[in-house]
């Protein structure tokens, strides 16, 4: 069983626009509303491709409901813990004309301590089970820092592996673990870091810095790839290229995939191919972790992983 936890799931809209205009009425061609949120989507993707995912964190009010309701019509076993703080609503709009896809993002609210107490209980009874933990996303406002950073510890003392897909403060303080491997973005990076890179030197350098404190780093830069570092080698994944109707959500579909081959035995480097295509597979999906896994074998023979 692969755990996924998020604290900051979401309720998705997707809208379709044939064209949109800035300051004009615009009429969806088509609108979906999903249970979504970096969690949910790694839930969802690992779903796809045959994995159990068990998924926890909070859901709360009509929105909590319809999150919940979703991931379970899809199959995902959920364990959300329900909170008074109503589950945030983002929306991402997509325009054909251009081939762009704007996010709006909703923040959420804070969580009470009974809330967190809880979602500890949750995780607990979980890890018996857990092959492989995949911690997603941003803390809600008001959240413990060393939240992230407690379960790794426990994974680890369990012999649990973690992706960990965080940045700030609570990447700091949880990748002090060698059973840890951190996903995020190169921006992400850079603010975990505190410091911009001046040069791809320095870039490389700080993923390496960062691989140094746990198991590897991968930063994933979109269309153009990702570089990985389990502290001694790295590689340069290139994805394969695509037809991209929205991206929102591919660095989780990323992050699923690499559970996927981990929970698998495959190594960090051997399942950088499947991170790939699955990040891949969804930017040709409207709706954010969601795959066609028809399309998985294909893509999968077009990814380059090469050691730089």
């Given at each position: 069983?692969?755990?996924?936890?998020?604290?900051?799931?979401?309720?998705?809209?997707?809208?379709?626009?044939?064209?949109?205009e800035?300051?004009?009425v615009?009429?969806?061609?088509?609108?979906?509303?999903?249970?979504?949120?970096?969690?949910?989507?790694?839930?969802?993707?690992?779903?796809?491709?045959?994995?159990?995912?068990?998924?926890?964190?909070?859901?709360?009010?009509?929105?909590?409901?319809?999150?919940?309701?979703?991931?379970?019509?899809?199959?995902?076993?959920?364990?959300?813990?329900?909170?008074?703080?109503?589950?945030?609503?983002?929306?991402?709009?997509?325009?054909?004309?251009?081939?762009?896809?704007?996010?709006?993002?909703?923040?959420?609210?804070?969580?009470?301590?009974?809330?967190?107490?809880?979602?500890?209980?949750?995780?607990?009874?979980?890890?018996?089970?857990?092959?492989?933990?995949?911690?997603?996303?941003?803390?809600?406002?008001?959240?413990?820092?060393?939240?992230?950073?407690?379960?790794?510890?426990?994974?680890?003392?369990r012999?649990?592996?973690?992706?960990?897909?965080?940045r700030?403060?609570?990447?700091?303080?949880?990748i002090?673990?060698?059973?840890c491997?951190?996903?995020?973005?190169?921006?992400?990076?850079?603010?975990?870091?505190?410091r911009?890179?001046?040069?791809?030197?320095?870039?490389?350098?700080?993923?390496?810095?960062?691989?140094?404190?746990?198991?590897?780093?991968?930063?994933?830069?979109?269309?153009?790839g990702?570089?990985?570092?389990?502290?001694?080698?790295?590689?340069?994944?290139?994805?394969?290229?695509v037809?991209?109707?929205?991206?929102?959500?591919?660095?989780?579909?990323?992050?699923?995939?690499?559970?996927?081959?981990?929970?698998?035995?495959?190594?960090?480097?051997?399942?950088?191919?499947?991170?790939?295509?699955?990040?891949?597979?969804?930017?040709?999906?409207?709706?954010?972790?969601?795959?066609?896994?028809?399309?998985?074998?294909?893509?999968?023979?077009?990814?380059?992983?090469?050691?730089?």
């Amino acid at each position: 069983m692969i755990l996924c936890v998020g604290t900051t799931p979401t309720v998705q809209r997707s809208m379709i626009f044939r064209k949109l205009e800035i300051n004009e009425v615009n009429r969806a061609a088509e609108v979906r509303d999903y249970a979504s949120g970096k969690s949910p989507n790694v839930a969802r993707v690992l779903k796809s491709l045959g994995a159990s995912p068990v998924e926890t964190g909070f859901a709360g009010g009509d929105r909590g409901r319809l999150l919940v309701a979703d991931l379970e019509r899809a199959g995902i076993d959920c364990d959300f813990v329900t909170v008074a703080a109503p589950t945030r609503l983002c929306t991402t709009v997509i325009d054909q004309a251009t081939g762009t896809a704007t996010e709006l993002v909703e923040e959420s609210s804070p969580i009470g301590e009974v809330g967190w107490r809880e979602l500890d209980r949750r995780i607990e009874s979980h890890l018996a089970n857990a092959q492989i933990c995949v911690f997603s996303g941003s803390l809600p406002p008001k959240a413990p820092q060393d939240f992230y950073a407690r379960w790794v510890q426990e994974a680890g003392h369990r012999g649990i592996r973690v992706i960990l897909d965080a940045r700030g403060e609570p990447l700091r303080l949880a990748i002090t673990n060698h059973n840890c491997i951190a996903k995020l973005n190169r921006q992400e990076l850079a603010m975990t870091l505190d410091r911009p890179f001046a040069s791809e030197r320095a870039f490389h350098e700080a993923v390496g810095e960062l691989a140094s404190r746990c198991a590897g780093a991968i930063i994933t830069m979109g269309s153009h790839g990702a570089l990985a570092s389990d502290g001694s080698q790295f590689w340069k994944v290139t994805p394969p290229e695509v037809k991209a109707i929205s991206a929102v959500g591919s660095g989780d579909a990323f992050a699923a995939g690499l559970a996927f081959d981990l929970s698998r035995g495959r190594t960090l480097f051997e399942a950088l191919p499947m991170a790939a295509t699955c990040g891949a597979a969804n930017a040709m999906t409207a709706l954010a972790g969601h795959i066609e896994t028809s399309e998985i074998e294909g893509l999968l023979k077009k990814v380059h992983v090469e050691q730089t």
